[in-house]
Every structure is written in structure tokens, then in C-alpha cells.
């Protein structure tokens, strides 16, 4: 039973538009998530990151926004680049737990 | 800095071979995890280590062992290969517990079962 769901299997948005990836989590004690971005053939990296303390964080051109009373949360790339290209995963913990994945939106920027 | 490496990266097996996957880091991370990604679902965790000589189960611990003996290695067994277990396996690691970490991910071992 799929915990983190990303309902949009891909996206395709025009260079320096905004870019707006969704995530929707079902375990009310999840606390903690992050976004990991990933390029074909290798493993995913590190994005940005956000505690259910706090409904926005941002860093540089990607903010995350978490609502909680709705258990989502989107991430908004602003400009968005070619080099955004990716498939995008979100992530979501309870304290002291691992981990689970959603199932990544491919997200493709048109120059 | 090589991060964390995968060996192999390609793999095909036949139904009941046997085969072991390598993850090596050069971080000095505690931490180590696997994962297998399937299409249509997200990252599952298979076990993980939280130091050297311990190993825990994750969420999809059936079929598979590991092994910690190094802290910079974390093997993965596969003792009797099925077609389920076709997949691509990744290999992270964090400095210190899971949660306010990084996890760093390796490239990935992509294993068929036929």
C-alpha cells in the first residue's frame, strides 16, 4: 500500500516557467520529507528537504510547500532549466523511521 | 572521493543462481541502506545498517540477506534468485541516523531474473 503517491507520472513544462511537482502522503505521523531528483542511470540526489514544523522552505530557484492538514506537499522549480530535466521523487518519515518513496514524475523542461 | 559504488551494474540470472551485489562508500558514513525500485512504485527499502556488524529488516526484507562485516561495505545476497526480484537495486548511505542526513545514493544495479 503505497504510502507517498505522486499522481503525475510526467510533466513537461516550457524553459523559465514554473515547474510544480505534487506529492500526497497518506500517514498522518509522517513529519519529515524530501525531494530527490534523479537523471537516467544514476542514483537519486539530494533536493531540498522540509519538517512538518514549517508549511514552506526554500533554496534558490526550489521551494517546497507542505500542507498538512491535506498531506501534500508540491515542489516549484522557478525558473525552470533544461538541466531540471529529471525524474523527481518525494519522500516522507515519521520520527526514527525510514523512509518511503513515492513513485517519481518525470519532469521534462522544453527549451 | 568516489562516493558510493555499486558493483555490478548489470546483471542477468537465471531462476535459483545465486549472486552477491557490492555497495562500497569512502564517507566514513554509519548508515548504510537498500533499496529496490520497481516501475510504478517508489523506492522500497530492503535492510539496512546502522554501523559496522549490525544489519536490520526494511520494509521488503523476503529473500534477501546482507552482510556488514566493513563499515565501508554493505553486501547484498540474493540465496536463490526469483523472477520477482527483478529490479534495480540502490545502494545510499548517511552520516548518522536516516532522519536530518543526506542520504547519498549509489548509480544502481540493474538485475534480471529470467
Redesign the interface.
Known sequence: D?Q?KQNSPSLSVQEGRISILNCDYTNSMFD?FLWYKKYP??????LISISSIKDKNEDGRFTVFLNKSAKHLSLHIVPSQPGDSAVY?C?A?A??N???????TSLTVIP | NAG?TQTPKFRVLKTGQSMTLLCAQDMNHEYMYW?RQDP??????IH?SVGEGTTAK??VPDGYNVSRLKKQNFLLGLESAAPSQTSVY?C?STKG????N???????TRLTVL
Do not use: C, D, H, I
Open positions: 503505497q507517498v519529515y542511470a544514476e542514483g537519486p540526489t539530494f521523487f519522500a518519515s520520527t526514527g525510514q523512509f518511503y518513496f513515492g513513485t517519481g | 558510493v533499496y510504478g512504485m517508489g523506492l522500497r527499502l539496512y526494511g520494509e540502490f545510499a541516523a536516516w532522519r536530518n543526506e542520504q547519498f545514493f549509489g548509480p544502481g
